[in-house]
């Protein structure tokens, strides 16, 4: 009982402080490139920095952009984008940079239908909301979790950015009954999402792809299933605020994710 007490009061931290926003507005988009490119070129160099300080690429323009804002501040606590491929012309970018790094036959997106295969890639949560001490390791700009810090019983502990933009993304999956998603990532990231019983299965070696990554697996429509006891509550909760304010709303879905 005690623990779903304390999961029961993250979900409610989690509203009180922070909401999803999936609307893809000009403005949630442009927040979303802002972030990027502060953890990706300018922190991480792992790509250019440039003039207008928006990191894009050829990707975006059939993506998903999820954030999350804080609710007191109405600042952008993270950004991660789900990318849509409707044609083989259209390569996700693990089939386009990594495909040699799929061993895993079954699972390979070349078997499933283009619309139901999405890769979730470019998770980025700015060094403002990574001030407090457990934040501060080698990982945490790019989603992981401090597994040596984490608790669900000390919020103070509790990573909520990074397992709110998981969770978010999940979201708007299966609201889409997505059953196919691919994300190249540390294994060490994906280890630790294990913490919340998103079960990343890995389908190949890791490989040199922006560091030592490799390529993993997972069916959004299972992940009720495999979450943590009580960890469904803030998936609901998400699910919930995404739905009362009518994000995956008609035309994102004619335009989007089409």
């Given at each position: 009982?005690k623990?779903?007490?304390?999961v029961?009061t993250i979900?409610?931290?989690f509203?009180?402080?922070?909401k ?7 403005k ?14 300018e922190e991480?160099k792992?790509e250019?920095?440039?003039?207008l300080?928006?990191?894009t690429d050829?990707f975006d ?5 999820c954030?999350?804002?804080?609710v007191?501040?109405?600042?952008f ?5 789900i ?6 012309d ?5 089939e ?6 799929i061993t ?6 070349r078997?499933?239908?283009r619309e139901?295969?999405?890769?979730i890639s ?7 909301f990574r ?17 040596d ?8 502990c509790?990573?909520?950015?990074a397992i ?7 979201a708007?999956?299966m ?6 998603c691919?994300?190249m990532?540390?294994p ?12 990343f299965?890995q389908i190949?070696?890791i ?10 697996f997972i ?12 960890f ?9 605020k995404i ?6 709303d ?8 089409s």
């Amino acid at each position: 009982m005690k623990k779903n007490h304390d999961v029961e009061t993250i979900a409610s931290h989690f509203a009180s402080f922070f909401k999803p926003d999936v609307s893809n507005s000009k403005k949630s988009i442009e927040a979303s490139f802002s972030i990027r490119h502060t953890v990706y070129a300018e922190e991480l160099k792992l790509e250019p920095e440039n003039e207008l300080k928006l990191e894009t690429d050829e990707f975006d323009s059939h993506s998903i952009h999820c954030l999350i804002q804080h609710v007191g501040r109405e600042r952008f606590a993270g950004t991660v984008r789900i990318i849509r491929s409707s044609s083989a012309d259209e390569p996700l970018p693990i089939e386009k940079f990594c495909e040699d790094s799929i061993t895993n036959a079954v699972l390979h997106p070349r078997n499933f239908a283009r619309e139901d295969i999405v890769e979730i890639s470019r998770l980025a949560v700015p060094s403002e909301f990574r001030r407090r001490q457990m934040d501060k390791f080698e990982g945490a700009a790019t989603g992981s979790i401090n597994e040596d810090t984490y608790s669900e019983k000390e919020l103070r502990c509790f990573p909520f950015i990074a397992i709110g933009l998981y969770l978010t993304a999940t979201a708007v999956l299966m609201q889409l009954n997505i059953h196919h998603c691919y994300v190249m990532v540390e294994p060490r990231l994906a280890r630790s999402m294990r913490l919340v019983g998103l079960e990343f299965e890995q389908i190949g070696p890791i490989v040199d792809y922006h560091g030592k990554r490799a390529p993993f697996f997972i069916n959004p429509m299972k992940v009720q299933n495999s979450l943590r006891p009580g960890f469904k509550e803030l998936l609901d909760t998400i699910i919930d605020k995404i739905a009362s304010r009518n994000m995956v709303d008609r035309n994102a879905r004619d335009t989007l994710f089409s």
